[in-house]
């Protein structure tokens, strides 16, 4: 049995729709895991105990644990506790907290590293500690950490495929379907492979329009 | 007690970390449309004393006043934030290394405090920005990052910052110190425009002419105390303590 891609073009309505699926639960948790991120990175340096230890805990769960297993619990898992979430809400929780911890320690990190004097500034204005943490602290640590947050966005989008499992129709799962259906392993999977490479160019052309706008602050 | 005869009042101010004092019962009083320049070694206390008036660093002993309302009340933590972030909105401060917003354009840096905090519009914010920047010789700059910006220009802008909230008082914490040589009229002439406009203005400064020539008044501290106090042909011409004429000196010299 040799290769033979003509077996594709049948399949272009179902690979589609896996491209635009894959696309939105990466687009959906890479918000979760940019705004969740920042408010880890708050919480972690600036909360008190009680919120911060749990908040910790739950990051380090996050952290330590792999992906798949995350996704598994949230899905299957949660739903003896009387959560039932529908598969793509369980995909962007789970990739959304497990990168939101990533970038967090992004984050916290430039966080400290932002001058003191600028949080003295913003103070000596009148603002209050809050106001001069959501005006001036975090938008220059986050614009600070940019290309590591591109990074882990890339890894978010390959990981998506995770999502699969859990019966998400994204691409990965599209391209299963296919198989299924002609047995032709090697050319869906590279069709897929193909079709994840020119969404991650795209992603890499929209994260290096937001660093471009960014450039003049340097 | 809580009579106030002077627009600024500072009343046995005491500060240490630890056990080492580093404000010793300190008291001042700045008039209205005053300047007063504060002038002394490196770790004299005198850019303590300038930011326990602001209560950037608060102090251990005493009472700061500002026109009739202290500015370290002892209050609870909530009320005492309200409390202080009130009271910063009538003191403008100017930093050494500038503390210019580095991810905002000019035009935000100096706009961004009144729109949070006095809820200006945006075509008042815009038109406010246009007079603060004008008024430093900053205009033409409105639209440009700190980034690209000399280190005079810098501080222009943080000047004009700080008096887009329109403070009662303005404190400058060597404001100068940072700048190449060249730089630094551009900035002493801002400053001099504002003595002429009679604002309240508490300086800390190594520029001995430039205190010598706008000022009202001169403090010369040494450890944590006020050694000399006067006019400043007294305590630069005919200085009475010896600690100020060594310290002149050595100034003269370094300068030389």
């Not at chain 1, 989008?157 to 379907?177: C, F, H, M, N, P």
């Amino acid at each position: 049995m040799g290769l033979d891609f003509s077996v594709i073009p049948p399949f272009y309505g179902t690979l589609l729709l896996g491209v635009l699926w894959t696309i939105a639960i990466t687009a959906a948790s890479a918000l979760l895991s940019f705004f969740g991120g920042i408010l880890l990175a708050v919480i972690a340096l600036y909360a008190p105990a009680i919120i911060r230890l749990p908040v910790r805990f739950i990051a380090w769960l996050f952290m330590g644990t792999p992906l798949l297993l995350q996704l598994f619990l949230i899905y299957f898992g949660l739903v003896q506790i009387g959560i039932d979430l529908p598969a793509f809400v369980a995909g962007v929780i789970g990739l959304g907290f497990h990168f939101a911890v990533y970038n967090s320690e992004l984050i916290q990190t430039a966080m400290l590293a932002v001058d003191k004097g600028q949080m003295e500034a913003a103070r000596t204005l009148g603002l209050s500690r809050r106001q001069a943490l959501v005006k001036v602290v975090v938008p220059q640590a986050v614009r600070d950490v940019l290309p590591p947050i591109g990074n882990n966005m890339i890894a978010l989008l390959k990981d998506s495929a995770l999502v699969s499992v859990i019966g998400v129709s994204e691409l990965t799962l599209s391209a299963q379907r296919a198989i299924g259906q002609t047995y032709r392993a090697f050319e869906f999977y590279a069709a897929a492979a193909v079709l994840y490479y020119i969404i991650n160019l795209g992603m890499e052309a929209v994260i290096r329009w937001f660093e471009n706008r960014n450039r003049l602050y340097r | 007690m809580t009579e106030t005869k002077s627009f600024v009042e500072i009343r046995h101010a005491q500060k240490s970390y630890g056990t080492l004092e580093v404000l010793k019962d300190i008291s001042l009083n700045v008039e209205r449309g005053q300047i007063v320049a504060i002038i002394g070694p490196s770790g004299s206390g005198k850019s303590t004393l300038l930011r326990a008036i602001n209560d950037l660093d608060p102090l251990t002993g005493g009472e700061v006043w500002l026109d009739g309302v202290q500015v370290n009340k002892n209050l609870p933590h909530n009320q005492y934030e309200k409390h202080i972030n009130q009271m910063r909105q009538d003191i403008g401060m100017v930093f050494q290394h500038f503390n210019l917003f580095p991810h905002l354009s000019v035009r935000d840096n100096v706009t961004m405090a009144p729109k949070l905090l006095k809820k200006i519009s945006d075509k008042e914010a815009d038109k406010l920005a246009e007079e603060q920047l004008d008024h430093v010789g900053m205009l033409e700059r409105i639209d440009y990052y700190p980034a690209q910006l000399s280190g005079g220009q810098k501080q222009r802008v943080a000047i004009a910052r700080a008096l887009a909230m329109k403070p009662k008082l303005m404190l400058f914490d060597e404001a100068t110190s940072a700048l190449d040589p060249e730089l630094v009229e551009e900035v002493n002439l801002v400053m001099k425009k504002l003595a002429q406009e009679h604002m309240t203005m508490i300086i800390v400064t190594h520029e001995m002419d430039f205190a010598a020539s706008v000022c009202d008044r001169v403090l010369f501290m040494d450890k944590g105390v006020v050694v000399e106090e006067g006019p400043p042909e007294q305590v630069f011409k005919n200085p009475t303590q010896e600690r100020t004429r060594n310290f002149l000196r050595k100034h003269l010299e370094g300068a030389k």
